[in-house]
C-alpha cells in the first residue's frame, strides 16, 4: 500500500513544504526538543552530575523539560544515570545523571540492548 512520496519530509524540520500549520508546530517543537536536550548538557558540563532538578536549575529550565529529555540522551548515548540517588523536592529519590555514554549497568536495561 504504501505508495512513493512526492514530498518527502525535510530531515532537518521533518516537515513538508506541503504541510498544514500543524506540522510546522510539530516540526518546531522537535527543534525545541533538540535545544533543550543541548541545554541539558550544558548544564552538566558545568554540574558534572545531578537529578533533572538540580539539571533544571543549572539550565534555568522546568523541571518537566528536563526529565522529559533525559531518556532521550540516555538512548543517544549522551548522558546516563550514575547509579546513585538523591532525594530531591518531591522527597522521592530521583537518579543522579551524568554526561557519558551509559554502559546500561545501573539503569535497568542491561543485557536488554547493550553494545555487543
Ligand atoms: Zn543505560
Do not use: N
Not at 531518556?71 to 522521592?92: C, F
Amino acid at each position: 500500500m504504501a505508495a512513493i512520496d512526492p514530498d518527502p519530509p525535510d530531515p532537518h524540520t521533518h516537515a513538508r513544504s506541503s504541510d498544514p500549520h500543524t506540522s510546522h508546530a510539530a516540526a518546531a517543537r522537535l527543534q525545541r526538543a533538540v535545544v533543550h536536550r543541548l541545554m541539558i548538557m550544558d548544564a552538566l558540563k558545568v554540574i558534572g552530575s545531578g537529578t533533572f532538578e538540580e539539571i533544571a536549575e543549572a539550565a534555568g529550565m522546568r523541571d518537566s523539560q528536563v526529565w522529559r529529555r533525559l531518556p532521550d540522551l540516555h538512548d543517544l548515548g549522551v548522558a546516563m544515570p550514575t547509579g546513585k540517588e538523591r532525594i530531591g523536592k518531591s522527597r522521592r529519590a530521583q537518579r543522579i545523571w551524568t554526561l557519558g555514554r551509559c554502559p546500561h549497568l545501573h539503569c535497568g536495561r542491561g543485557d536488554k540492548d547493550a553494545d555487543a
